[in-house]
């Protein structure tokens, strides 16, 4: 997701602005090392009232969610991306009328089989292990990852949660894969953007996936260590 990066991109500009500094001792002696001291003060400053913004904006946003009728959530049109990308490929979650062959939990989604643990937090490794213990593993592959992403945006209003996905970057940095070892392209329209950056963005402090809320759920890249609810998928048991 790239929050350090972007806060250390935004507090540099505000940074820019700080460049009168008042001087750190009465007879205006101040050496050079005081002065990159008062400015790193500046920009820490800078850097605590962007975080607060951040910060005070989503739990507004959670808030909000939080008090929307539940029934409600079924009717809410699909809000456009924020990356205005296309999404020719994404479809709205359809359960088959065909007899069920998911496992218990599981609910087909445009013929694959998921589960989403809500309410359950955990690191991305404990997802593993939680979809593991269903027969499965976390969500992986282009296709099943878009029926995943449909059936997040169905149950959830925009913003209203981040998912842990199958995707990750730990066998190589920076080459990024489904759990089935298929490759996540750069280009993938799955990608979503986080400020002005594009994902993934976090480098090697973010390697694993998930699907990120406050932006229409779109495929980011995170801390491997975040508290999230596992999309899991299993195989068919007649399949
Ligand atoms: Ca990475």
Known sequence: ??????????????AARALVVPPLRLDGNESHTDVILMRQEVIL????????EIRDTLVDRRRVTDEAPRDRVTDEPLRPSVTDAPRSTTTTAKTSNAPPTCPDKFQE???VCLHLASS?????DEARVYCQRLGGDLVHGLR???AGQSLVRDKYLAGESVVWVGGHDRSSEGRWEWLSGDAIPMDSTLWGI???MKQPSGGKSENCGCFYGPDEYQLHDIPCNRQYEPLCQVDHRNG
Request: charged fraction near 15%; glycine fraction near 6%; proline fraction near 0%.
């Open 1 to 14: 997701m790239g929050l350090a990066a972007a806060v250390l991109w935004l507090s540099a500009a505000a």
């Open 45 to 52: 400053e800078e850097m605590v009232m962007l975080l607060t």
């Open 109 to 111: 989604v445009d013929g």
């Open 120 to 124: 359950k937090q955990m690191s991305w």
């Open 144 to 146: 099943n990852a878009e």
């Open 194 to 196: 986080f400020l002005i």
